[in-house]
C-alpha cells in the first residue's frame, strides 16, 4: 500500500520517478506525486488518480533536479484527492517527504506541532513528519540530527524519503515496518519500497533494516541506526529481470500471469523434485529433526493466501498426520492462539509484506514458536522475521488479484506437507514415485486448459449485467469455491460468495433464483457423489449451474447449464486444476463489464496496514 521511490544521479529526474512509479502502481492508484529541488527551490508536483495523470501534468510543467522523490497513494488516512496527495511540506515549504505506512500518533502530534504554530493543509497522517522534523531542526539547525531525534516521535509503521532546498543533491530516509530497498547503480542511486520499482539501472541492493535511517547521493548511501552510530552495509546483486516486470504481449497482467502458471509449476516441480523423488528445500534452514518433533502447525495468512493455507491444512493433515489449522492472519494476532513449543507457525504471503500477517509472526515469536514463511518474495519483511522461508518461486505478480501466486503456494504446501511426511515415515515409497508421476504431469493438464479458454470467455458475455454469484465446492475444493468467488468479486465487482457444499443448504440456499449463477466445482474425487445431490437441490430450486468437472463426466454436465471439463487428475491436486477456469471466469467478466483487472478499485496489492 503506497509506493515510494527516490533518485539521486545525472538522469532526468521526474522520467525515472515516473518509471518507479509506474512499476509500484500495483501498491495504490488513488493519487501519485513527485518532488525535486530544481534550481534551488523545492517544486512538488502531485495529482490525483493514475501516474498517467501525473505524467500529462509534467508535460506541462516539468520539474528537475540532481535528486527527488515520488509516491504511488492508497488512501488510508483521508479520501483520495490532490489536496491529500504526496509529497507533504513543512511550513516554510522548504522539504518535501512521502511516506509508506501509517503515524498512529499522528493526533498527538498534530495537536503539539499545531499549538507550536503550525499549519496543516491536508487530512494525511503524513503530514505530521516533515512538521515535526521542521520543529526539531529549529532546535539544532542541524537536519541530519533532526530526522534522528523526529523518528523517535513516531508510532506506527513507516518508511519515508524527503528532500530538502538545502541539501539538493540528497535524499534523506527512514525506515520502521514498511519496506525501503536501497540500489546502487552505475554514478546513481535508488530507493524504493519493491526493487522492481529501478532495476535494471539499480544493480546491487540493501534491505534498510528496521530503526536504520540516513542519505543517499549519487555517489552511494549513508547508514545509521536508531541512535545515530554510522553502520557499514554490504549489498547483494539484483538478480530479477526487467524481462519480468512487462506484459509480453498479453492486454493485461492478470491474463499474463495465469497463462504463467505452466511454466512456474514446472520450475517448481524441477526445483523441488530431484530425480529421485527426494523433496529438497535448499534456501529454509530449519532441521529435519525438528520437523520430525512438530506437534501442530498454525497457518496464519490472508485473502488468496489463506485460501491456499486451507489447502494446505488439508495435505498437512493427510500426508503429514500433523494437526494443523488456518487462520485469517487479522484473526490470528487477536485470538491469543494456545502454541507450545512443539508449534510450527507457518506464514503464508505472496508480498511478504502484508501488515496482519507480519503481526502474526510477531505475535507467534512472542509465544517462541518458530515460524516458517512461504513467500514469493524472498527479500521481504515476513520472510527477514522467520526463522526460515520458502521461496514460492512464482516471480513478480503485478496484477492486483493473485493468481499464479495462489498456484505456487498450493504446490509448495503439497511438497511441504510430503516432505513431512518423508521424515516421519508415513508415506510408502511406491505412493510417492505414482504421486510425482501425477504432480509433473500437473503443469501439461493446465496447458490443456488454456487451450480452451475461449469457452470461459465466450460464457462470460452472459454475465454483463449479473449482480450475484455463488461458488460451491467441497473438500478439496471448498477454498477453490471461496477463490473463485474472491477472484470474481475483485475484477468485476459483481457480488459473489463462496460456500462449501454441504453448509449451503443450512441457510445460504435461499438466496437462489433463476437469476443466480452457481458455479459448482464437481470434479471426479471421493465426495464427487455428494457434490452431485447439492447441485440437485440447486437445480431444483431453478438455480443456473455452470460447472467445472472431470473429462468423461455424463452425470453433472447433465445437470448444468454450461460445463467446463478439466483432465483427470487425484482429488489433491483439482485444487490446482479447477481453479484455473474460475481465474478465466473473473477475468473475462470483467473485461465484458468494462473493468480494468489489473487495477480493481479501492485495492492495492500489497496491504501494509492493519
Ligand atoms: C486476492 C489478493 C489478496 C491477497 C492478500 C494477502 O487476489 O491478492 O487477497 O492474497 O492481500 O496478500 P499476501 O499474499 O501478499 O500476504
Known amino acids: 500500500m503506497c509506493g515510494i521511490v527516490a533518485y539521486a544521479g545525472p538522469k532526468s529526474v521526474h522520467s525515472v520517478l515516473l518509471v518507479g512509479l509506474t512499476r509500484l502502481e500495483y501498491r495504490g492508484y488513488d493519487s501519485a506525486g513527485i518532488a525535486t529541488i530544481d534550481k534551488g527551490e523545492l517544486e512538488v508536483r502531485k495529482e490525483k488518480g493514475k501516474i498517467k495523470e501525473l505524467e500529462d501534468l509534467l ?31 513543512d511550513c516554510k515549504n522548504r522539504m518535501a517527504l512521502v511516506h509508506n505506512g501509517i503515524i498512529e500518533n499522528h493526533h498527538i502530534l498534530r495537536n503539539e506541532l499545531t499549538a507550536k504554530g ?42 519515508f524519503c524527503l528532500v530538502h532546498d538545502e541539501f539538493p543533491d540528497t535524499v534523506f530516509f527512514a525506515r520502521d515496518g514498511s519496506p525501503l530497498v536501497f540500489g546502487q547503480g552505475a554514478g546513481e542511486t535508488f530507493l524504493a519500497s519493491d526493487i522492481l520499482a529501478v532495476i535494471p539501472q539499480a544493480k546491487e541492493q540493501f534491505i534498510i533494516e528496521n530503526g536504520q535511517w540516513g542519505w543517499i547521493n549519487k555517489d552511494g548511501m549513508h547508514l545509521f541506526d536508531a541512535d545515530g552510530t554510522e553502520v557499514t552495509f554490504e549489498t547483494t546483486k539484483i538478480t530479477m529481470q526487467v524481462s519480468e516486470l512487462d506484459k509480453g504481449g498479453y492486454e493485461h497482467f492478470m491474463l499474463k500471469e495465469i497463462y504463467e502458471q505452466p511454466d512456474m509449476l ?53 500426508f503429514a498426520r500433523v494437526a494443523t489449522e488456518v487462520d485469517i492472519s487479522s484473526e490470528f494476532r487477536y485470538r491469543n492462539p494456545i502454541a507450545e513449543g512443539d508449534t510450527l507457525v507457518m506464514a503464508i504471503s505472496q508480498s511478504g509484506e502484508t501488515a496482519d500477517t507480519l503481526a502474526g509472526v510477531h505475535e507467534a515469536k512472542a509465544k517462541f514458536c518458530r515460524v516458517l514463511s512461504l513467500v514469493n518474495r524472498t527479500e521481504s519483511t515476513i520472510a527477514h522475521e522467520s526463522d526460515a522461508h520458502i521461496d514460492l518461486m512464482a516471480g513478480p505478480e503485478i496484477g492486483v488479484a493473485s493468481t499464479k501466486a495462489y498456484t505456487a503456494q498450493i504446490m509448495h504446501l503439497l511438497f511441504f506437507s510430503l516432505m513431512m511426511s518423508g521424515v516421519r515415515w508415513l508415506t510408502e515409497k511406491e505412493d510417492r514415485e505414482e504421486m510425482f508421476q ?14 480452451k479458454a475461449d469457452e470461459i470467455k465466450e460464457m462470460a458475455k452472459q454475465f454483463k449485467t449479473t449482480k450475484d454469484f455463488v461458488f460451491l465446492g467441497r473438500h478439496f475444493n471448498h477454498p477453490t469455491a471461496l477463490e473463485g468467488a474472491l477472484k470474481l468479486k475483485e475484477v468485476s465487482y459483481i457480488h459473489a460468495s463462496g460456500y462449501a457444499g454441504g453448509e449451503f443448504k443450512h441457510g445460504p440456499i435461499a438466496l437462489i433464483t433463476d437469476e443466480v449463477p452457481v458455479v ?38 447433465a445437470m448444468s447449464d454450461f460445463c467446463f471439463t478439466i483432465p483427470n487428475c487425484p482429488d489433491y491436486l483439482t485444487p490446482i486444476l479447477s481453479v484455473i477456469p474460475l481465474q478465466l471466469l473473473a477475468y473475462y467478466v470483467a473485461l465484458e463489464r468494462g473493468c480494468e483487472p489489473d487495477q480493481p478499485r479501492n485495492l492495492a496489492k500489497s496491504v501494509t496496514v492493519e
Open 438 to 451: 501425477e504432480i509433473r504431469m500437473i503443469p501439461a493438464k493446465i496447458e490443456a486448459i488454456l487451450e
Open 59 to 89: 508535460k506541462l510543467y516539468p520539474i528537475e533536479g540532481p535528486a527527488g522523490i515520488g509516491h504511488t497513494r492508497w488512501a488510508t488516512h483521508g479520501q483520495p484527492s490532490k489536496g491529500n496527495a504526496h509529497p507533504h511540506t
Open 118 to 159: 503550525h499549519l496543516f493543509h491536508t487530512d494525511t497522517d503524513t503530514e505530521v513528519i516533515p512538521h515535526l522534523i521542521e520543529e526539531e531542526w529549529k532546535k539544532t539547525g542541524d537536519l541530519k540530527e533532526a530526522i534522528r531525534t523526529s523518528v523517535v516521535r513516531l508510532e506506527g509503521r513507516y518508511s
Open 266 to 318: 514446472r520450475r517448481i516441480i524441477e526445483r523441488r523434485m530431484d530425480e529421485k523423488g527426494k523433496i529438497r528445500f535448499d534456501e529454509m534452514e530449519m532441521s529435519n529433526d525438528f520437523f520430525g518433533r512438530v506437534g501442530r502447525i498454525l497457518v496464519t495468512s490472508a485473502g488468496t493466501s489463506w485460501h491456499a493455507g486451507m489447502v494446505g491444512k488439508i495435505y498437512l493433515e493427510r
Open 520 to 557: 459448482c466445482l464437481a470434479p471426479k474425487t471421493e465426495i464427487y457423489e455428494k457434490m452431485v445431490s447439492n447441485i440437485e437441490e440447486v437445480r431444483s430450486r431453478k438455480g443456473k449451474i455452470l460447472s467445472i468437472v472431470t473429462e468423461g463426466d455424463e452425470t453433472v454436465p
